[in-house]
């Protein structure tokens, strides 16, 4: 096992080159080449036809929808699409593809040559370049059984499950990423995340990294200055979290930095991540395109999307999200820190449509980002999952805006509303927690804390005006929170003549 080298001196050693290989499965109805059911879950082997299964004499059909949602991908990322492109076959044998290859595309992919910005937490923006969006077929689940982390070593036995196997993907290529310098892991993380933002919006997929519906391969690689060569690079296969991009980019730069200043040599393989502590480990040596045997598909004909058809498509593309969050940054004055805690919180849509129904950018930030999140951790529920919408919470932010709630009451209002109890309004009049508007019988209350409280009444005479604190409070309790605090405050003051 070679000696990490400290991240620090290895990125003042040498110059981090990276290479990002991201998966993403369609969300068509059916799958890439036939009409079985492309969806999550199921018991083995039921969403599967003759074609998933690579069976004699079954012949694939390709899935138009997942033409155009690999089209609309090819366009978000400023690709050029292509007039007239080819399946290939990917010729490799593991039991998750009995026909012993893969359809994928190879030298003809539908996009190519494009780039995407991305915005680092500090707001620099980052331009990645892409080389291709090529469409191919999902594989089927290995599932090993027996040994201790699900591996296939040390396992008994294995079985597959072919219920992926023909599921749509597009696999996204970059070019080599250069200049990231220290920054790779965040460059990393944020690329990837940028993508699945991406497709999101285009409503492409769903886009679920724990559910592999988005996993990216990393090519990292050393070199001693940025005009030398490029170095020999290794594979982490399959990674499936952020943080789990930004560990691994981390881990393989002080790997090879070590090999390398000891006077050894990296191997060109493809290595597992290990969630548990973001090491690698060892998987194969990685093959090189001629290994696969490529050549066209024959079974399938080429693609030829019209020209009329792909602009269809570029009209219809929505704002893009690193736009997106600019522009709401500036429309909503809030800090990059205060936009980078929503935008990692998923909670830029909440708080959108919140302002949208009347509230103001920083009164939907407070709720969204305050008593809900703090909520919604407490009972480990995602934010877009808890039981209020954002009409509800602009309801609420209105209530406490016209003076019928004060802050206080204005939570135990949405503590109703979390209950199921109904609308703000609602819960107001059926728990009775409308502040007290009534001045004479605030003035009563205050008068009865008063008489209550001659020492305190003469400390404030005296001059001590913040002993008044204690009367506010006393007639907060007396009215069950219901009364405004600073109209109270300023009652105690004009009666007692301070």
């Known amino acids: 096992m070679t000696d990490l080298m400290d991240y620090a001196d290895a990125v003042a050693t040498f110059?981090?080159?990276?290479?990002?290989?991201?998966?993403?499965?369609?969300?068509?109805a059916t799958k890439m080449f036939d009409a079985a059911p492309n969806a999550f879950g199921g018991d083995p082997n039921t969403y599967v036809t003759p074609v998933s299964l690579g069976l004699p004499g079954s012949l694939p059909v390709v899935n138009r929808k997942a033409v155009e949602y690999a089209i609309t991908i090819g366009l978000a990322l400023n690709c050029t699409i292509a007039e007239y492109c080819r399946f290939a076959r990917k010729n490799y044998f593991y039991p998750d593809l009995t026909k012993a290859f893969q359809t994928s595309q190879y030298d003809e992919p539908i996009a190519y040559d494009g780039w995407v910005d991305v915005e680092l937490e500090d707001g620099t923006l980052f331009r990645v370049e892409i080389e291709r969006a090529h469409m191919e077929e999902d594989a089927g689940k290995n599932?090993?059984?027996?040994?201790?982390?699900?591996?296939?070593?040390?396992?008994?036995?294995?079985?597959?499950?072919?219920?992926?196997?023909?599921?749509?993907?597009?696999?996204?290529?970059?070019?080599?990423?250069?200049?990231?310098?220290?920054?790779?892991?965040?460059?990393?993380?944020?690329?990837?995340?940028?993508?699945?933002?991406?497709?999101?919006?285009?409503?492409?997929?769903?886009?679920?990294?724990?559910?592999?519906?988005?996993?990216?391969?990393?090519?990292?690689?050393?070199?001693?200055?940025?005009?030398?060569?490029?170095?020999?690079?290794?594979?982490?296969?399959?990674?499936?979290?952020?943080?789990?991009?930004?560990?691994?980019?981390r881990f393989e730069i002080q790997r090879q930095a070590g090999i390398l200043a000891e006077g050894g040599t990296v191997v060109q393989e493809t290595r597992h991540f290990h969630e548990e502590d973001g090491s690698t480990s060892p998987g194969r040596e990685k093959s090189d395109a001629e290994d696969y045997r490529y050549f066209p598909e024959p079974d399938l004909v080429p693609v030829a999307p019209s020209r009329e058809w792909v602009e269809e498509l570029r009209a219809g593309l929505p704002e893009l999200p690193v736009a997106r969050r600019r522009r709401l940054r500036a429309e909503w004055d809030f800090s990059d820190l205060e936009m980078r805690d929503v935008v990692n919180a998923d909670a830029l849509d909440l708080i959108e449509a919140t302002v949208a129904a009347g509230v103001s950018p920083a009164s939907a930030r407070k709720w969204w980002m305050g008593e809900l999140s703090r909520r919604a951790k407490e009972t480990e529920v995602a934010l877009a999952d808890m039981a209020v919408t954002p009409a509800q919470i602009a309801e609420l932010q209105s209530l406490v805006d016209s003076g019928r709630l004060t802050d206080k009451l204005a939570r135990e209002v949405l503590e109703g509303v979390l209950a199921g109890e109904g609308d703000p309004t609602a819960v107001v009049e059926a728990r009775g927690l409308e502040v007290v508007s009534d001045e004479g019988a605030l003035t009563a209350a205050v008068q009865e804390?008063?008489?209550?409280?001659?020492?305190?009444?003469?400390?404030?005479?005296?001059?001590?005006?913040?002993?008044?604190?204690?009367?506010?409070?006393?007639?907060?309790?007396?009215?069950?929170?219901?009364?405004?605090?600073?109209?109270?405050?300023?009652?105690?003051?004009?009666?007692?003549?301070?």
């Not at 110059?15 to 068509?28: A, K, N, Q, Y």
């Not at 070199?223 to 979290?241: A, C, F, I, W, Y």
């Not at 020492?455 to 907060?476: N, S, Y």
């Not at 600073?486 to 007692?496: G, Q, Y």
Request: glycine letters at 10%.
């Open 143 to 249: 599932n090993h059984v027996g040994g201790s982390d699900g591996r296939i070593h040390g396992a008994d036995y294995s079985l597959v499950d072919y219920n992926r196997a023909g599921v749509p993907l597009v696999e996204i290529v970059t070019r080599p990423i250069t200049g990231a310098g220290d920054r790779a892991p965040e460059v990393a993380r944020a690329y990837v995340q940028t993508l699945r933002d991406i497709f999101r919006a285009l409503d492409v997929s769903e886009a679920r990294m724990e559910r592999g519906n988005v996993r990216a391969d990393i090519n990292v690689s050393l070199r001693p200055t940025p005009e030398s060569p490029l170095g020999v690079r290794s594979e982490t296969k399959n990674v499936n979290s952020f943080r789990g991009i930004e560990r691994a980019v």
């Open 449 to 498: 804390a008063l008489d209550a409280n001659p020492d305190i009444v003469e400390k404030i005479k005296a001059g001590k005006v913040q002993a008044a604190g204690a009367l506010v409070g006393a007639v907060m309790k007396a009215t069950r929170g219901q009364a405004d605090a600073a109209r109270v405050r300023e009652l105690i003051m004009e009666i007692v003549g301070a």
């Open 15 to 28: 110059d981090p080159v990276l290479g990002i290989e991201v998966h993403v499965e369609l969300g068509t």
